[in-house]
């Protein structure tokens, strides 16, 4: 069984720029939720997409968006990179549209923006 | 809406010590109770859960016991290892609203000294 994968592990981008962060659940989930983790924070949740549909969204702006494709694999964009955008970002994967409150999470991305 | 409070770290302990990390949440009915791990340069994983009132959950020698009397989930561990450093969070699932799967606290950083 394949773990949860994200890429990259880290990268440093300048404010103004625009990034994209991947994401491989794990085998057999078809839920994928972002999180966004400040130093020192916990995880804030971004959205959740459900076989390809967006299925939830937390108080992100719209420069952040996302997609899930068949294989139920994911992207994280975020465009217009400010300094606050600095962050882990994290990529959680389940099974099925109800919530079980069990999430099983990838290692994360860490954002550094100069 | 739902929210957990849980106590502020870091906490700094010697091996074998006693652990005990404070937990208390808001929530409309009783949802399941989680206790997440991060360890350092890691992604959060999951540490143990409890469905429902005065179940206990345990694992790696942590438990917590879901009180609906007090509103609270309590980690504890009898003797603690250097291992076991690392950030705790409670959280629990958010069934509504726009703030995801799950509700995190801010998260309690464990240390343990040899």
């Known amino acids: 069984e394949t773990g949860v994968t994200q890429s990259p592990t880290h990268l440093i981008k300048t404010r103004g720029q625009q990034v994209t962060l991947r994401c491989s659940s794990q085998s057999g989930h078809n839920t994928v939720s972002w999180y966004q983790q400040a130093l020192g924070q916990g995880p804030q949740f971004i959205f959740q997409y459900y076989r390809e549909e967006e299925n939830g969204r937390g108080n992100f702006p719209p420069r952040f968006s996302g997609l899930q494709f068949p294989n139920y694999s994911s992207e994280l964009n975020v465009n217009a990179l400010e300094l606050d955008d600095s962050a882990l970002y994290l990529c959680?994967?389940?099974?099925?549209?109800?919530?079980?409150?069990?999430?099983?999470f990838g290692e994360g991305s860490r954002l550094t923006v100069l | 809406g739902d929210s957990v409070t849980q106590m502020e770290g870091p906490v700094t302990l010697s091996e074998e010590a006693f652990l005990t990390i404070n937990c208390t949440y808001t929530a409309t009915g009783y949802p399941s109770l989680f206790w997440y791990v991060q360890y350092p340069g890691e992604g959060l994983q999951l540490l143990l859960k409890a469905t429902k009132a005065d179940d206990k959950g345990s694992n790696k020698g942590f438990e917590a016991t879901y009180r609906k009397e007090t509103t609270s989930f309590h980690l504890e561990k009898g003797s603690v290892q250097v291992s076991d450093s690392a950030v705790y969070f409670c959280a629990l699932p958010n069934y509504g609203g726009s703030q995801g799967n799950l509700i995190f606290g801010k998260g309690t950083k464990l240390s343990v000294k040899p």
């Open positions: 959680a994967s389940s099974s099925g549209r109800a919530n079980t409150g069990e999430l099983f």
